[in-house]
C-alpha cells in the first residue's frame, strides 16, 4: 500500500516539477520580505486589516488586542470569533474540541496531547500577529481536527537595517512577562530572533458533589470532595533564524526555536462520603505537590525557488523536532478510617518527529492556479507512567496496576493537489488529499503489540460567488478524521487522584467527519458582515466516557459511540460607529446531537447554545486607545450531561508615548466571572464539578521599538479581503 501511494502522489507532483525545471528563470527583484508568503497553501500578506477572507478560511489580526498584548496565546484566542478556550485552556471550534492548532502553517508537538491547553496558556501571545481559522480546510492541509485548524501567524519584521521591540509587562499577584525581537537585514542575509518569559501565578478551587447508585442498597451514595491549589507557570520562549538570497529566485532559511514551561502546583483536598443512611462513613485529608516540565527543540531548513511569473514556486521544507514532557507529583493522605498513605506518582512522554514537505504552485491561464505536493511525517512517542506508596516516606512500594510503559509510532505518507479556477463571478476550488497511515503500538509491560495500516482519501470543495461589488456567497466541504492521541490507546490506567482514573482504548478506531458550509459576506468601506451556516456529521465518532469503578472511584475513557451531528449559525460584524469608534462583534448559535445508547441513555441527546464575543475600540486622541472586549459562551452539551456558560470582561488603554515607546494597562476578568460547571448525570452516576480560576489581574507594561526609523503602531482597519482573493 505504501507503494501504490508513492507511486501515485509521484504521478501528481512530477508534472508539476518537471514544469519547474524547465521554466526559464525570470528577470526577476530580489526576493523580498515584505513580498507574499506562501505557507502551506495560504498567501500572508504584510497588512494590518483586522479580518481578512479568502476562499478557504479567515484571518484575524491581534494587533489591536490589547489583551493579547500582556496575556497568553490562550487569552489572544479567547478572542477570536468561532474559538472557544475554557478556564483549563482548552480550545474549541464552533462547540467541538477536536481543533489541530499548527504555528506558520506548520504542526507542533507542544500542542498535542497532555499539556496541550498548559501550553496554550502558558506560551505568551505579543509574538503572534495573525490568527487563522479554517473550519473547512483545503487538501493542501493535513485532514486532522474534526472542527478544523487554527493557525498562529508570527510577527514578521520586514524593514531593512536593525529591527525589533522590547517589551515588558508586570502584573498583580506575582505575574509578568517579558520579550525582545530583533532583525537585521542586510544585502542576501536576513537574521532574526526572539526572547520572552512568562510568569503567572494562579489560586485554583474545585469542588466535586458525586451521587453513585448502588445495586446493593437500590439507592444513590453522596460524596463531596473540596480542593484548593496554588499554581505558578513560567514559560520561556526563544527563536533564532536566517534567510539567504543565493540569487534573484533562491532563498534558503533556517530556524532554531526552544518553547517551554515548568509547572508547579501545591493543593489541598478534602473528602467526605456518606453511606446508604447519609452518614459520613469515609473520608480523607490530602496534601499534595506536583512540578511538571514541557520542553519544545525545532530546527528547520526551507528552500523556495521563485519561478516565472508571480506565485509561481517551489519549496521545501524539513523539520526535525523533539518534545519531552513529565509531570511528578507527591501526597500524603490521611484517611478515616484506615491507615495513613504517602504516594508518589508521575507520568512522562517524549515524542520525537520528522516531517519533509515539497509543495509546488502554478499560476495557470485565466487566473486559475494549481498547487501539489508531498507531505511526509514520521513520529516516535513513548509514554512513562510510574506510582509507588507506603505508610512511610521512606518505604514506598512500587504499584504495578499504575506503573508501565507504552510506545507508540505514527508514519503519514501523504500527497496532495488543488486546483482553483474562476468561471465569471464564479470561483471553485478542488482538493485531493491521499494518506496511507501506519501505526505501530507496543504496551511493553503487557507485551502487547498491535499495528493499524489504512489507506484514505480526503476530498475538499470551496467555491465563491461574486453577487456584486459588496456581496459574495461561498459554499464549502471537507472531509477531516481525529485520530486518537497515543495515551488514548493505552489501556493502563492512569492516577489523577484516589477518586479518580484516565485509560485509554486500544480498540478505539479514527472518527470521521463530513463538514459542510453556506456563507454570505457584505463588504463596503470599514464594514463587514458575515453569515455562515454549517453542518458536521460525524461517524465512529471519539467521546470521553465516564463510569463508576466501586467505591465512588471513576474511570474515564474514550469510545466511538456511532454518529453525531451538529450545526449552526454563526455571524459577524466588524465596521465603524463613529470616525474614532469600531466595533467586532460576533455570535454563533449552536446545535448538537449525540448518540447516545451506549452510555445509559434510551436514544439520542441532543441541545442547542448561543455563544458570542463583542470588542469595542476607542480611539480617544492620536495618542489614546481604550478597548473593551467580552465573551460569553453558553451551556453546552456533552455526551453524559453539560458544561455551563463561561464570560469574561476585560479592559485595555494604551498610552503612544512617541514613535517608539507606548505604554499599556489592561484589567482581565474585571466582573471575576470566569468559571466552569461540568455535570454528569446518567442513570447510574450524577457528579458535578464546580472550578473556580482566580483568572483576574491587572498588568501594566510598555512596549519600546528600535531600528529603521521612525515606527507607528498599527492601524485600526476592520476591513476585509474580498471572497476568493
Same mark, same amino acid.
Given at each position: 500500500?505504501?507503494?501504490?501511494?508513492?507511486?501515485?502522489?509521484?504521478?501528481?507532483?512530477?508534472?508539476?516539477?518537471?514544469?519547474?525545471?524547465?521554466?526559464?528563470?525570470?528577470?526577476?527583484?530580489?526576493?523580498?520580505?515584505?513580498?507574499?508568503?506562501?505557507?502551506?497553501?495560504?498567501?500572508?500578506?504584510?497588512?494590518?486589516?483586522?479580518?481578512?477572507?479568502?476562499?478557504?478560511?479567515?484571518?484575524?489580526?491581534?494587533?489591536?488586542?490589547?489583551?493579547?498584548?500582556?496575556?497568553?496565546?490562550?487569552?489572544?484566542?479567547?478572542?477570536?470569533?468561532?474559538?472557544?478556550?475554557?478556564?483549563?485552556?482548552?480550545?474549541?471550534?464552533?462547540?467541538?474540541?477536536?481543533?489541530?492548532?499548527?504555528?506558520?502553517?506548520?504542526?507542533?508537538?507542544?500542542?498535542?496531547?497532555?499539556?496541550?491547553?498548559?501550553?496554550?496558556?502558558?506560551?505568551?501571545?505579543?509574538?503572534?500577529?495573525?490568527?487563522?481559522?479554517?473550519?473547512?480546510?483545503?487538501?493542501?492541509?493535513?485532514?486532522?481536527?474534526?472542527?478544523?485548524?487554527?493557525?498562529?501567524?508570527?510577527?514578521?519584521?520586514?524593514?531593512?537595517?536593525?529591527?525589533?521591540?522590547?517589551?515588558?509587562?508586570?502584573?498583580?499577584?506575582?505575574?509578568?512577562?517579558?520579550?525582545?525581537?530583533?532583525?537585521?537585514?542586510?544585502?542576501?542575509?536576513?537574521?532574526?530572533?526572539?526572547?520572552?518569559?512568562?510568569?503567572?501565578?494562579?489560586?485554583?478551587?474545585?469542588?466535586?458533589?458525586?451521587?453513585?447508585?448502588?445495586?446493593?442498597?437500590?439507592?444513590?451514595?453522596?460524596?463531596?470532595?473540596?480542593?484548593?491549589?496554588?499554581?505558578?507557570?513560567?514559560?520561556?520562549?526563544?527563536?533564532?533564524?536566517?534567510?539567504?538570497?543565493?540569487?534573484?529566485?533562491?532563498?534558503?532559511?533556517?530556524?532554531?526555536?526552544?518553547?517551554?514551561?515548568?509547572?508547579?502546583?501545591?493543593?489541598?483536598?478534602?473528602?467526605?462520603?456518606?453511606?446508604?443512611?447519609?452518614?459520613?462513613?469515609?473520608?480523607?485529608?490530602?496534601?499534595?505537590?506536583?512540578?511538571?516540565?514541557?520542553?519544545?527543540?525545532?530546527?528547520?531548513?526551507?528552500?523556495?525557488?521563485?519561478?516565472?511569473?508571480?506565485?509561481?514556486?517551489?519549496?521545501?521544507?524539513?523539520?526535525?523536532?523533539?518534545?519531552?514532557?513529565?509531570?511528578?507529583?507527591?501526597?500524603?493522605?490521611?484517611?478515616?478510617?484506615?491507615?495513613?498513605?504517602?504516594?508518589?506518582?508521575?507520568?512522562?512522554?517524549?515524542?520525537?518527529?520528522?516531517?519533509?514537505?515539497?509543495?509546488?504552485?502554478?499560476?495557470?491561464?485565466?487566473?486559475?492556479?494549481?498547487?501539489?505536493?508531498?507531505?511526509?511525517?514520521?513520529?516516535?512517542?513513548?509514554?512513562?507512567?510510574?506510582?509507588?506508596?507506603?505508610?512511610?516516606?521512606?518505604?514506598?512500594?512500587?504499584?504495578?496496576?499504575?506503573?508501565?510503559?507504552?510506545?507508540?509510532?505514527?508514519?503519514?505518507?501523504?500527497?496532495?493537489?488543488?486546483?482553483?479556477?474562476?468561471?465569471?463571478?464564479?470561483?471553485?476550488? &478542488? #482538493? !485531493?488529499? =491521499?494518506?496511507?497511515?501506519?501505526?505501530? +503500538?507496543?504496551? /511493553? *509491560?503487557? @507485551?502487547?503489540?498491535?499495528?493499524?495500516?489504512?489507506?484514505?482519501?480526503?476530498?475538499?470543495?470551496?467555491?465563491?460567488?461574486?453577487?456584486?461589488?459588496?456581496?459574495?456567497?461561498?459554499?464549502?466541504?471537507?472531509?477531516?478524521?481525529?485520530?486518537?492521541?497515543?495515551?488514548?490507546?493505552?489501556?493502563?490506567?492512569?492516577?489523577?487522584?484516589?477518586?479518580?482514573?484516565?485509560?485509554?482504548?486500544?480498540?478505539?478506531?479514527?472518527?470521521?467527519?463530513?463538514?459542510?458550509?453556506?456563507?454570505?459576506?457584505?463588504?463596503?468601506?470599514?464594514?463587514?458582515?458575515?453569515?455562515?451556516?454549517?453542518?458536521?456529521?460525524?461517524?465512529?465518532?471519539?467521546?470521553?466516557?465516564?463510569?463508576?469503578?466501586?467505591?465512588?472511584?471513576?474511570?474515564?475513557?474514550?469510545?466511538?459511540?456511532?454518529?453525531?451531528?451538529? &450545526? #449552526? !449559525?454563526? =455571524?459577524?460584524?466588524?465596521?465603524?460607529? +463613529?470616525?474614532? /469608534? *469600531?466595533? @467586532?462583534?460576533?455570535?454563533?448559535?449552536?446545535?448538537?446531537?449525540?448518540?447516545?445508547?451506549?452510555?445509559?441513555?434510551?436514544?439520542?441527546?441532543?441541545?442547542?447554545?448561543?455563544?458570542?464575543?463583542?470588542?469595542?475600540?476607542?480611539?480617544?486622541?492620536?495618542?489614546?486607545?481604550?478597548?473593551?472586549?467580552?465573551?460569553?459562551?453558553?451551556?453546552?452539551?456533552?455526551?453524559?450531561?453539560?458544561?455551563?456558560?463561561?464570560?469574561?470582561?476585560?479592559?485595555?488603554?494604551?498610552?503612544?508615548?512617541?514613535?517608539?515607546?507606548?505604554?499599556?494597562?489592561?484589567?482581565?476578568?474585571?466582573?471575576?466571572?470566569?468559571?466552569?460547571?461540568?455535570?454528569?448525570?446518567?442513570?447510574?452516576?450524577?457528579?458535578?464539578?464546580?472550578?473556580?480560576?482566580?483568572?483576574?489581574?491587572?498588568?501594566?507594561?510598555?512596549?519600546?521599538?528600535?531600528?529603521?526609523?521612525?515606527?507607528?503602531?498599527?492601524?485600526?482597519?476592520?476591513?476585509?479581503?474580498?471572497?476568493?482573493?
Amino acid at each position: 500500500m505504501r507503494l501504490k501511494l508513492l507511486l501515485v502522489a509521484t504521478a501528481m507532483v512530477l508534472p508539476g516539477l518537471a514544469m519547474a525545471q524547465t521554466a526559464p528563470a525570470p528577470a526577476a527583484k530580489p526576493a523580498d520580505k515584505s513580498a507574499p508568503t506562501a505557507v502551506e497553501g495560504v498567501v500572508v500578506t504584510s497588512d494590518s486589516t483586522a479580518m481578512r477572507t479568502s476562499i478557504d478560511r479567515r484571518s484575524y489580526s491581534v494587533a489591536n488586542d490589547l489583551s493579547a498584548r500582556t496575556g497568553s496565546i490562550a487569552d489572544a484566542l479567547r478572542n477570536i470569533p468561532s474559538v472557544e478556550v475554557d478556564v483549563q485552556g482548552n480550545v474549541s471550534l464552533r462547540g467541538d474540541a477536536n481543533v489541530t492548532i499548527l504555528i506558520d502553517g506548520k504542526p507542533s508537538g507542544q500542542f498535542n496531547g497532555d499539556g496541550k491547553a498548559d501550553a496554550l496558556q502558558s506560551l505568551p501571545a505579543d509574538s503572534i500577529d495573525r490568527v487563522e481559522v479554517m473550519t473547512n480546510p483545503s487538501a493542501a492541509y493535513r485532514p486532522d481536527g474534526s472542527a478544523g485548524v487554527i493557525n498562529l501567524i508570527t510577527k514578521k519584521t520586514q524593514k531593512p537595517g536593525v529591527n525589533g521591540s522590547v517589551r515588558a509587562n508586570v502584573g498583580s499577584d506575582g505575574r509578568y512577562n517579558l520579550g525582545a525581537s530583533a532583525t537585521r537585514r542586510a544585502g542576501k542575509l536576513t537574521l532574526s530572533g526572539d526572547v520572552g518569559y512568562r510568569y503567572d501565578n494562579q489560586s485554583f478551587s474545585q469542588t466535586t458533589e458525586r451521587e453513585v447508585f448502588s445495586t446493593a442498597s437500590q439507592t444513590f451514595l453522596g460524596s463531596r470532595q473540596a480542593a484548593d491549589f496554588d499554581n505558578s507557570i513560567g514559560g520561556l520562549n526563544l527563536r533564532g533564524g536566517l534567510d539567504y538570497d543565493l540569487d534573484k529566485q533562491n532563498r534558503l532559511s533556517a530556524e532554531v526555536r526552544y518553547r517551554g514551561f515548568n509547572f508547579d502546583m501545591d493543593g489541598v483536598e478534602a473528602y467526605q462520603g456518606r453511606n446508604a443512611a447519609g452518614v459520613v462513613d469515609r473520608a480523607f485529608r490530602r496534601a499534595t505537590h506536583a512540578q511538571a516540565d514541557r520542553g519544545n527543540t525545532a530546527v528547520t531548513a526551507d528552500w523556495r525557488r521563485q519561478l516565472k511569473g508571480a506565485e509561481h514556486e517551489l519549496t521545501a521544507h524539513v523539520e526535525y523536532e523533539v518534545t519531552d514532557f513529565s509531570r511528578d507529583s507527591r501526597a500524603f493522605a490521611d484517611n478515616t478510617p484506615g491507615a495513613d498513605v504517602y504516594e508518589t506518582y508521575g507520568f512522562g512522554a517524549e515524542q520525537k518527529r520528522a516531517n519533509f514537505k515539497l509543495d509546488y504552485t502554478k499560476p495557470l491561464p485565466g487566473e486559475s492556479k494549481l498547487k501539489t505536493g508531498l507531505d511526509l511525517e514520521t513520529t516516535r512517542n513513548d509514554y512513562d507512567n510510574h506510582a509507588a506508596s507506603g505508610a512511610m516516606p521512606g518505604g514506598l512500594v512500587v504499584d504495578p496496576s499504575r506503573t508501565n510503559r507504552f510506545l507508540y509510532d505514527q508514519d503519514v505518507y501523504a500527497a496532495y493537489v488543488t486546483y482553483e479556477r474562476p468561471f465569471g463571478d464564479f470561483t471553485v476550488q &478542488g #482538493g !485531493l488529499r =491521499l494518506e496511507q497511515v501506519e501505526i505501530e +503500538t507496543d504496551q /511493553v *509491560t503487557a @507485551n502487547l503489540k498491535g499495528q493499524n495500516d489504512y489507506f484514505r482519501v480526503y476530498p475538499s470543495l470551496h467555491t465563491g460567488y461574486k453577487l456584486s461589488d459588496t456581496q459574495t456567497l461561498s459554499a464549502n466541504y471537507s472531509h477531516r478524521v481525529q485520530r486518537p492521541q497515543p495515551q488514548d490507546l493505552n489501556p493502563y490506567p492512569v492516577y489523577q487522584d484516589p477518586q479518580n482514573y484516565f485509560a485509554g482504548n486500544p480498540n478505539l478506531k479514527p472518527q470521521e467527519t463530513h463538514s459542510y458550509e453556506l456563507g454570505w459576506q457584505y463588504r463596503k468601506g470599514p464594514a463587514s458582515y458575515l453569515a455562515t451556516a454549517y453542518f458536521r456529521q460525524s461517524y465512529k465518532a471519539v467521546t470521553s466516557v465516564t463510569r463508576d469503578t466501586g467505591g465512588g472511584v471513576l474511570l474515564t475513557t474514550c469510545e466511538n459511540l456511532g454518529e453525531s451531528r451538529n &450545526g #449552526g !449559525l454563526e =455571524l459577524v460584524a466588524n465596521g465603524r460607529l +463613529t470616525p474614532k /469608534v *469600531t466595533y @467586532n462583534v460576533s455570535a454563533n448559535a449552536f446545535w448538537n446531537e449525540i448518540e447516545a445508547r451506549a452510555l445509559g441513555f434510551t436514544g439520542t441527546r441532543s441541545g442547542t447554545t448561543l455563544s458570542g464575543r463583542a470588542n469595542l475600540n476607542w480611539q480617544v486622541t492620536p495618542k489614546d486607545f481604550l478597548q473593551i472586549n467580552a465573551f460569553t459562551s453558553g451551556k453546552r452539551l456533552t455526551p453524559q450531561g453539560s458544561r455551563s456558560a463561561i464570560q469574561m470582561v476585560n479592559l485595555g488603554y494604551r498610552r503612544k508615548m512617541n514613535d517608539t515607546l507606548s505604554f499599556v494597562v489592561t484589567a482581565n476578568d474585571v466582573l471575576d466571572s470566569f468559571k466552569d460547571d461540568t455535570v454528569i448525570d446518567t442513570p447510574l452516576l450524577r457528579d458535578r464539578i464546580e472550578r473556580r480560576p482566580q483568572v483576574r489581574a491587572v498588568f501594566i507594561g510598555f512596549t519600546w521599538l528600535f531600528g529603521g526609523g521612525k515606527q507607528r503602531e498599527p492601524g485600526f482597519d476592520f476591513g476585509g479581503a474580498q471572497v476568493g482573493g
